[in-house]
């Protein structure tokens, strides 16, 4: 496959950490993996932090197509900016990185139900790629609404979901004992990994 696109339950769930991290998990398989952030928002650095943390050699505008002016959701973005969301330009800048590399890790914007036009969604979007996704989810309280909603929102669309990485486990809420086993009985989607809480 030539992407993953990495969506989450939430915007802060971790997208740019669990992306940053299996793009360096794929290198250490060998595979030569990158990194793209398609949609961006202002305040909203992630391309700019993960070129600069992975060493990526790929123009910014390649990593981060587009570029949003405001710290707001992208269609709120749009209307505010009156701009238009060229969505050619993200699938032409995928179609060089994924020439250039075995594998492009895509990262989304917030979740899956975000719109990004009038029309189109980041799950639309997902399905234009013709990419599977991984969902980050929240080890705590409320993870399994939330996770249950997106796959629900990704089935719909029937996005092949690869795996669920659940992320920030801290050890001291009770709730995370049971989370990843509910949404693996609910789903049947795979747990990829359980990770902690890092600081
Ligand atoms: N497992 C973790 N341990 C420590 N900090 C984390 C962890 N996951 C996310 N964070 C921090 O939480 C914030 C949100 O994570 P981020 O990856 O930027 O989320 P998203 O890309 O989904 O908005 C960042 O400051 C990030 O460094
Ligand atoms: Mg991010």
């Given at each position: 496959m030539p992407g993953i696109f990495i969506t989450a339950?939430?915007?802060?769930?971790?997208k740019t950490l669990i992306a940053a991290g299996l793009v360096n998990f794929f290198k250490n398989q060998g595979i030569n993996a990158g990194y793209m952030k398609p949609i961006s928002c202002s305040q909203d650095n992630d391309a700019v932090f993960v070129k600069k943390l992975l060493k990526l050699k790929d123009q910014l505008a390649l990593i981060n197509p587009i570029s949003l002016?405001?710290?707001?959701?992208p269609l709120a973005t749009v209307r505010k900016a009156k701009i238009k969301i060229d969505l050619k330009k993200i699938k032409r800048a995928f179609t060089v990185l994924s020439k250039k590399y075995d594998l492009v890790v895509v990262e989304g914007v917030g979740?899956?139900?975000?719109?990004?036009t009038e029309k189109i969604m980041i799950a639309d979007l997902i399905k234009q790629l013709k990419i599977p996704t991984i969902i980050v989810a929240r080890a705590?309280?409320?993870?399994i609404n939330h996770t249950l909603l997106t796959v629900e929102a990704l089935r719909k669309r029937k996005i092949k979901i690869q795996g669920i990485i659940m992320n920030g486990?801290?050890?001291?809420?009770?709730?995370e004992d049971d989370n990843a086993d509910i949404i693996f009985e609910q789903t049947?989607?795979?747990?990829?990994a359980k990770v902690p809480w890092l600081i």
């Open positions: 339950t939430d915007t802060n769930v971790g002016p405001y710290p707001l959701s979740g899956a139900l975000v719109p990004i705590s309280l409320g993870t486990y801290t050890g001291d809420e009770l709730s049947k989607i795979p747990i990829l």
